[in-house]
Every structure is written in C-alpha cells, then in structure tokens.
C-alpha cells in the first residue's frame, strides 16, 4: 500500500481525537454515569485507528527511511494521550 506522508498525519489525528475521547467522554460515562455504550463505539473506533496508526507508521519508516528507534517511538506514541501530535510535529515532513 503507498501511504502518503498526509494521510498518515491525518489518521493519527484521527487516532489521537479518538483516544482522548474514549478517555475524557466515554470511560466517565461508562463509570460514573453507568453508560457503557460509548465506550463500545469509541472505543472500537479507536480500535481500529490504533491498527491503522501502527501499520502507517511501518510504511512510515520504509517511505521516510526511519531507524528502527524512531519506528519505536511513534508507536510509543500512540499509547500516550496527545502522543500522536508530537509524533507528528517531531517526525514528519
């Protein structure tokens, strides 16, 4: 697959608006107001993003000749709340 450098960006947008919502909207929802229904479609949501950020970021490091610690920490990145902006801000053209 040829992932541009701009779609890749806008999937880990996509992927970081997702996280923060499942953790600022849904999780509250789910346990403090008893709605676990938001969790079930953010969170499947954020699911998928997440597999597509982490596979991006593999053609990521072909397209853009990144070292394997480089490829390490943008998937790290991913597990961390605004981690994708940074990723994105540090790491791509």
Same mark, same amino acid.
């Given at each position: *697959? ?5 779609? @890749?960006?806008? !999937? $880990?947008?996509?992927? #970081? =608006? ?6 600022? =909207?849904? *999780?509250? +929802?789910?346990? =403090? ?5 938001? /969790?079930?479609? /953010?969170? *499947? #949501?954020?699911?998928?993003?997440? *597999? #597509? %950020? /982490?596979?991006?970021?593999? +053609?990521?490091?072909?397209? +853009?000749?990144?070292?394997?610690? !480089? @490829? ?6 991913? /597990?961390?709340?605004? $981690?994708? @902006? %940074? ?7």
């Amino acid at each position: *697959m040829n992932l541009s450098v701009k779609q @890749f960006k806008l !999937i $880990g947008t996509l992927e #970081a =608006i997702s996280f923060l919502l499942l953790l600022g =909207i849904a *999780m509250p +929802l789910k346990h =403090i107001w008893d709605m676990p229904q938001a /969790v079930s479609v /953010v969170g *499947m #949501a954020h699911g998928v993003l997440f *597999m #597509a %950020y /982490v596979y991006g970021a593999y +053609l990521m490091k072909e397209k +853009l000749d990144w070292s394997w610690g !480089i @490829f390490g920490v943008v998937v790290l990145c991913s /597990v961390l709340p605004f $981690g994708p @902006f %940074y990723a994105d801000k540090k790491y791509l053209p």
